[in-house]
């Protein structure tokens, strides 16, 4: 069969890299992909929002399936559009994908159906939000409403920076509509997990747990950015604490929609903290997690096409999910600045090296060619994931690998999976 995979970033190539290997799969495309994912994809040029011509393409090229990576394109009814023609796609449909595209959305459905979170309420006046921060005091957490890239969350250690954060989203509207809304909630310590699952709306499969690295510097400091690492399994999430996440998260999540008539198909994604074991909800995504998709991915034994066929058709309850046992590390190689501002167009070299050794994949996620020399085109460059037999040994592999890739300005945390090694 023929699969048009939607994105062109370290998890998209993560699927691509998995749908490879699928006995199913003759031929895979990719909208719009990077230099990496076109060694095993033919990446087309078509805008990923513009719906009309990328169904027209899946239907000029016999397409059997579409695969959607990135949360922009569900939000805006992808899903919708493509199923409107009879076309198969997998993800979740515009009503269900306001679980990640509205914050708001998410907090009062966890809200109405008890799922733990953190308390909150919701501003759309600036001065009153204002009030309420000054009368809660720090830590508090500051988020826009919609979607900002993962910029719009500001969590203040002061009451000032509070303050400067909703100015940020409400007076200057640094993140334009996404803006709209602001919730001011309740900072919860303890540590984060990302949970993954597949769901067909009726049947939900529980993918391995990961951890995301968010900050951009060594021992989480820095700003956040769209994540700097991720390994997977996470040591913090134990069998029993699953257990919990799947009846107090992702059930009444699913069934909570379902009860007010939104089916919820595809992947979901839970950032969870662990407190005192027990897991709280700080968002919900509504596609796999970047870059925690590649560590998990590299670890899913299952034919990923089975599982995507199963969802589209629901009928997940005929799938059981097999992993391989060992552990995986993803270690983000980002641009000089990011996520400020960085340059492009750095040449990249020892790729061809770091992907001779075993059980090291090389994602793509901001890469061109330039005159037949991979070339830097985005922040988060790489995500270099290794296997091992456990978390110390995926560890030194991905960053042996690391040592033999280079471009000038490049930068990457030296300490990813260091939390998992003191569990
Ligand atoms: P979000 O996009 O909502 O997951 O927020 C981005 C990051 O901000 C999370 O990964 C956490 O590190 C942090 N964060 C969000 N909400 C809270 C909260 N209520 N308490 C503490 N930290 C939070
Ligand atoms: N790594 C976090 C996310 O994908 O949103």
């Given at each position: 069969m023929k699969v048009l995979v939607i994105g062109g970033g370290g998890r998209e190539h993560a699927i691509v890299w998995k749908l490879s290997q699928?006995?199913?799969?003759?031929k895979i495309y990719c909208c719009p992909g990077n230099a990496g994912i076109s060694e095993l994809a033919e990446c087309i040029n078509v805008g990923d929002n513009n719906f009309e011509e990328l169904i027209d393409f899946v239907k000029y090229e016999w397409i059997d399936l579409t695969i959607v990576g990135p949360e922009a394109p569900l939000s805006k009814g992808i899903v919708d559009a493509f199923e409107k023609e009879g076309r198969k796609i997998l993800g979740p449909n515009i009503k269900a994908a306001q679980l990640e595209g509205s914050k708001v959305f998410a907090k009062d459905l966890m809200r109405r159906c008890g799922i733990p979170s953190a308390e909150y309420k919701v501003f759309t006046s600036y001065l009153h939000a204002e009030d309420y921060v000054r009368m809660k005091g720090a830590p508090i957490v500051i988020k826009a409403e919609g979607l900002a890239a993962g910029k719009g969350v500001i969590v203040a250690e002061t009451v000032d920076e509070a303050i400067d954060g909703l100015k940020l989203i409400?007076?200057?509207?640094?993140f334009g509509d996404a803006g709209n809304r602001v919730i001011v909630e309740e900072c919860i310590h303890g540590e984060e997990a990302s949970f993954m699952v597949f769901t067909d709306g009726k049947t939900i499969l529980p993918m391995v747990s990961s951890q995301d690295h968010?900050?951009?510097?060594?021992?989480?400091?820095g700003p956040n950015t769209g994540g700097m690492g991720a390994y997977s399994p996470?040591?913090?999430?134990?069998e029993k604490l699953e257990s919990i996440i799947m009846e107090k998260v992702m059930r009444p999540a699913i069934k909570g929609l379902q009860s007010e008539g939104i089916k919820y198909k595809g992947i979901l994604y839970a950032g969870l903290m662990i407190k005192n074991n027990q897991p709280y909800v700080l968002e919900f995504n509504c596609r796999l997690g970047d870059p925690e998709a590649q560590p998990v991915l590299s670890r899913l034994k299952t034919d990923l096409i089975d599982i995507a066929s199963a969802i589209t058709d629901e009928k997940l309850s005929n799938i059981t999910l097999e992993w391989k046992p060992d552990a995986s590390v993803c270690v983000v190689i980002a641009s000089k600045g990011y996520p400020g501002k960085y340059e492009k167009g750095k040449v990249v070299k020892g790729l061809d090296d770091a992907k001779k050794?075993?059980?090291?994949f090389v994602f793509h996620a901001g890469t061109a060619f330039n005159n037949n020399k991979v070339v830097t085109s985005g922040g988060r460059v790489l995500g270099v994931t290794a296997l091992g037999k456990d978390i110390k040994d995926a560890k030194f592999k991905a960053y042996e690998a690391i040592e033999k890739i280079h471009f000038s300005g490049m930068h990457y945390r030296k300490d990813i999976a260091d939390k998992a090694l003191k569990c």
């Open positions: 699928s006995r199913h799969v003759d409400m007076k200057d509207r640094a968010k900050r951009v510097f060594d021992g989480d400091n996470a040591p913090v999430v134990t050794m075993n059980d090291v």
